[in-house]
């Protein structure tokens, strides 16, 4: 699948087939988050990879997202912010925040490619997900990512904002691209 038409297609999806995904799938899925940039060239992600039924389960109710408890996996991001945090200080904590976007963004559309499904699941309570994953208190949860294959693929998406009511041109507000330098090579 080409780039373009992941990006177009890719959606979240709460309704799970009961057909497993193959586990090496997901693996290459999350091993793209590895191509993210990450400030300082320093990676700062960990991913835990949960297939335990049970686990997935008290995930569900942790996060208050019942449909999570039908994937056959999740993928948990976690942040380990030290290096980062020491690195830039207090702008770190914003770095922490848009690589673990960016690496999100490219296993969201790797698992887009691969014909799977998920949502990005960012409600949860910390604690609860810390203590059913082991996760040490210093590490911080960034997304929980259920996957597995669309019980019943949906004929209607739901539409994207117009690009021309987000654009501007030099200045916020500013809508005239008249002031855009034309330069043709």
């Given at each position: 699948?080409?780039?373009?038409?992941?990006?177009q297609e890719?959606?979240?999806?709460?309704?799970?087939?009961?057909?497993k995904?193959?586990?090496?799938?997901?693996?290459?899925?999350?091993?793209?988050?590895?191509?993210?940039?990450?400030?300082?060239?320093?990676f700062?992600?960990k991913?835990?990879?949960?297939?335990?039924?049970?686990?997935?389960?008290?995930l569900?109710?942790?996060?208050?997202?019942?449909?999570?408890?039908?994937?056959?996996?999740?993928v948990?991001?976690?942040?380990?912010?030290?290096?980062?945090?020491?690195?830039?200080?207090?702008?770190?904590?914003?770095?922490?925040?848009?690589?673990?976007?960016?690496?999100?963004?490219?296993?969201l559309?790797?698992?887009?490619e691969?014909?799977?499904?998920?949502?990005?699941?960012?409600?949860?309570?910390?604690?609860?997900?810390?203590?059913?994953?082991?996760?040490?208190e210093?590490?911080?949860?960034?997304?929980?990512?259920?996957?597995?294959?669309?019980?019943?693929?949906?004929?209607?998406?739901k539409?994207k904002?117009?690009?021309d009511?987000?654009?501007?041109f030099?200045?916020?507000?500013?809508?005239n691209?008249m002031?855009?330098?034309?330069?043709?090579?």
């Amino acid at each position: 699948m080409e780039l373009t038409k992941a990006i177009q297609e890719r959606y979240s999806c709460k309704n799970f087939s009961s057909k497993k995904p193959n586990w090496r799938t997901i693996i290459e899925c999350i091993d793209s988050a590895r191509f993210a940039p990450m400030a300082g060239n320093t990676f700062s992600l960990k991913f835990i990879l949960i297939d335990d039924s049970e686990k997935i389960q008290k995930l569900a109710e942790a996060s208050q997202q019942s449909f999570i408890k039908n994937a056959h996996f999740v993928v948990a991001v976690l942040t380990h912010s030290f290096l980062t945090e020491n690195a830039f200080e207090e702008r770190g904590k914003k770095y922490l925040q848009q690589q673990a976007g960016a690496a999100i963004q490219n296993i969201l559309l790797k698992i887009t490619e691969a014909g799977l499904s998920t949502c990005w699941v960012g409600h949860f309570v910390d604690e609860q997900v810390k203590e059913i994953l082991g996760v040490p208190e210093s590490i911080e949860i960034e997304a929980l990512l259920p996957i597995g294959y669309e019980l019943k693929k949906s004929k209607t998406r739901k539409a994207k904002i117009n690009l021309d009511a987000v654009l501007y041109f030099n200045k916020y507000k500013n809508k005239n691209m008249m002031n855009i330098k034309k330069i043709d090579v």
